[in-house]
């Protein structure tokens, strides 16, 4: 993970040849990984993503890998690890960071808590970085059924706080989220 971490530090174009080998590890898929090894690993990538005295683009690679280690269609899912994803896009004040851990959650090995984590921005008064409900909105929307339902559950409650976004959403329903929200 270390020369994981210079190497990315070191490129211009954030490259690093370490990250194959750590996403085969991480996945799964070619690299078997014993489970003390494997939470060492997920340790490292942990501390470099909560690392402020790390660039924001290392930090959110360190973190996209986290969050492949922790989808739903790996050999080995690991629903734990979507707590970890979680509490990151909580703790980690970084927009960057953010945007990549919110990305992912529609992919995630506990895919309800996601949701219902990507629920709760989307119905949230004020955001952390520009867009924030929106983009929750589009992830929702790419989850396949669940996310519509989610949408139209908010829709009905009324439950978004922030006028914007409940316009957003009652638009979608009322399209029957033929296209992207207008946001």
């Known amino acids: 993970v270390e020369r994981y971490r210079r190497e990315l530090e ?26 003390n090894r494997f939470e060492e690993l ?8 909560r690392g ?9 690679d360190a973190a996209s890998l986290l969050a492949v ?4 269609d790996l050999p080995k899912p690991r629903p734990e690890l979507t707590e970890l994803i979680l509490r990151l896009y909580t703790d980690v004040d970084d927009e960057l960071v953010r945007r990549y851990l919110m990305s992912s959650m529609a992919q995630l090995a506990d895919r309800d808590r996601a949701l219902a984590f990507l629920r709760k921005i989307a119905e949230q008064e004020k955001d952390s970085f520009p867009d924030e409900a929106c983009k929750a ?5 790419a989850a396949g059924p669940d996310g519509p339902r989610i ?4 829709r009905d409650a009324k439950s978004a706080r922030n006028e ?4 957003v959403v009652d638009f979608l329903v009322e399209d029957g989220f033929k296209v992207w929200p207008p946001c």
């Not at 997920?42 to 993503?49: K, R």
């Not at 402020?52 to 959110?60: C, H, I, K, L, P």
């Open 10 to 35: 070191a490129s211009e174009d954030l490259t690093s040849e370490t990250r194959r080998i750590l996403f085969s590890m991480l996945t799964g898929y070619s690299v078997q990984v014993e489970p």
């Open 164 to 167: 914007g976004i409940q316009r």
């Open 151 to 154: 949408i139209r559950e908010i």
């Open 52 to 60: 402020e005295d790390v660039d924001s683009e290392v930090r959110s």
């Open 42 to 49: 997920v340790a490292a990538l942990e501390a470099i993503v």
């Open 137 to 141: 909105i589009r992830v929702l929307l």
């Open 69 to 72: 280690a922790a989808e739903a």
